[in-house]
């Protein structure tokens, strides 16, 4: 059996950063990394050769070093206010400390020292104030944007790094459970192939990212791991033209807006906005398909793309928001046979459905070029699908252009979090030695917040 002082499940941002942090601060002891995809120089997509998904067994979209954040836009949000709840755990002012502290790290690895949405503070106002009209609050962020291309070199660095330091990355291994003896976590169970091996550790920290939230909730139900309900977000990926967005682009880069529309108040808001950007696909497991966008910083399209999310959050007795969620994208890909669907907004409010023929005479063009045309309607909740189109009208009113009939929406867009593990400050489980970190603990939601608790992690171990 393999011996380890610091066992960490998943190499995405949280988990790096956590080994990147012991050895900055001098860790001498065993750091082993267990990731089920491959190192990020293996990761590629067949797409970009076959032009169509063919449903590889691990994602390289999603699994790999770095994990899904990196090969996806690519931003770090620069501020506390953004990315899940670990202000609520840690206070704000910390958080804030360790956002300037890690994103000198980015840098330190090549990020862009470019920062975005901070350049006119009058025209951010101009635009607040039609948010507030339109009844959303505008969430101004700075943001760094590494762009999709150039994030897989800055984490390219990162692992030579941990390398070359010692750090041991196991690549293409499921881990298929933890190991509890009397309240405390040994170590994990974990394949390779179809090899059944065991590794022991003295500390275990789960970083396994949203796409690790199912299998976490199924390791919290099995060794009674406290947790409480998570959010679950649904949503579509919008597409304009980028004349459309071209002020909040220039302006603000990423126009983070929340609204509670009519008529039932859920939280609704834009996320992952991406100038210039690419709509793409990722594949979870049992082959659900689900939407994102890549943001690239050399390659631009005509179009800007950003998610509008419904959040939902379910009381007892229901307390299964990751398989509802799931449901729902299964049910949008029965419609487009496996793939995303895609609609314009006017045949919405037409009650039809979309026709390829629609799109090719439309002035945006969808950059996900193997979208069906269909019918999004049929598969999303009623009470999601309202609250967004209600929440799309509301929208308009910062930015003209954007309710037009031409605008597509492509589904299903899901955010998986994990339901919320139960921690305390120094991030300890009711579990002895274990400890939950990034978007599988449900605590924090991107990049950076995931970053930080990394560090914060590996601060509180040495």
Not at 137 to 155: F, M, N
Not at 199 to 223: E, N, Q
């Amino acid at each position: 059996m393999k011996e380890t002082n610091i066992l960490i499940v998943g190499a995405g941002p949280a988990g790096i950063f956590t080994a990147l942090e012991l050895l900055n601060r001098k860790f001498d002891g065993k750091i082993v990394i267990i990731e089920k995809g491959v190192a990020i120089e293996e990761r590629a997509c067949p797409k970009s050769r076959t032009g169509k998904c063919v449903n590889c067994r691990n994602c390289h979209i999603t699994t790999g070093f770095s994990g899904a954040g990196a090969f996806s836009d690519g931003k770090l949000s620069l501020s506390a206010d953004v990315g899940g709840d670990l202000p609520e755990l840690l206070g704000h002012d910390t958080v804030q400390e360790l956002i300037s502290y890690t994103d000198g790290i980015y840098l330190s690895f090549g990020a862009d020292t470019k920062v975005e949405g901070v350049s006119d503070s009058d025209k951010i106002k101009e635009i607040r104030k039609r948010a507030i009209r339109a009844n959303l609050k505008l969430v101004d962020c700075p943001i760094r944007h590494l762009g999709t291309e150039k994030a897989q070199g800055i984490y390219f660095s990162i692992e030579k790094y941990l390398l070359e330091k010692g750090v041991e990355i196991l690549f293409s291994a499921d881990v298929l459970d933890i190991i509890v003896e009397n309240g405390q976590c040994k170590g994990v169970v974990y394949r390779t192939g179809e090899r059944q091996k065991m590794i022991a550790a003295d500390t275990t920290i789960v970083a396994t990212g949203r796409r690790g939230a199912d299998w976490l909730d199924s390791i919290c139900r099995k060794h009674g791991l406290r947790h409480e309900s998570g959010t679950v977000d649904i949503g579509v990926r919008v597409e304009v033209r980028n004349e459309v967005m071209e002020e909040v682009n220039n302006i603000l880069y990423e126009s983070k807006l929340i609204g509670y529309p009519n008529p039932f108040k859920n939280k609704v808001r834009t996320f992952c906005q991406n100038p210039g950007g690419f709509v793409s696909q990722e594949n979870y497991d049992n082959g659900l398909a689900v939407v994102n966008g890549h943001s690239y910083k050399e390659k631009k399209s005509e179009n800007t793309n950003l998610a509008i999310l419904c959040s939902h959050h379910f009381q007892e007795p229901f307390d299964q928001p990751i398989e509802y969620a799931k449901k729902v994208g299964e049910l949008t890909n029965m419609l487009g046979n496996g793939r995303i669907l895609v609609q314009r907004l006017g045949d919405i409010r037409d009650g039809k459905r979309s026709w390829q023929e629609d799109l090719l005479r439309s002035n945006v063009k969808p950059t996900l070029q193997d979208a069906v045309a269909g019918d999004i309607t049929s598969a999303m909740p009623y009470r999601s699908m309202l609250s967004i189109l209600n929440f799309i009208e509301e929208v308009d009113t910062v930015v003209p252009g954007f309710a037009s009939a031409e605008t597509l929406l492509y589904s299903p867009e899901i955010k998986f979090y994990s339901n919320k593990v139960s921690m305390d400050e120094n991030l300890d489980t009711n579990i002895k030695n274990l400890h939950c970190l990034g978007d599988s603990s449900g605590w924090t939601r991107g990049l950076m917040m995931a970053s930080v608790m990394g560090v914060y992690m590996a601060r509180k171990l040495f």
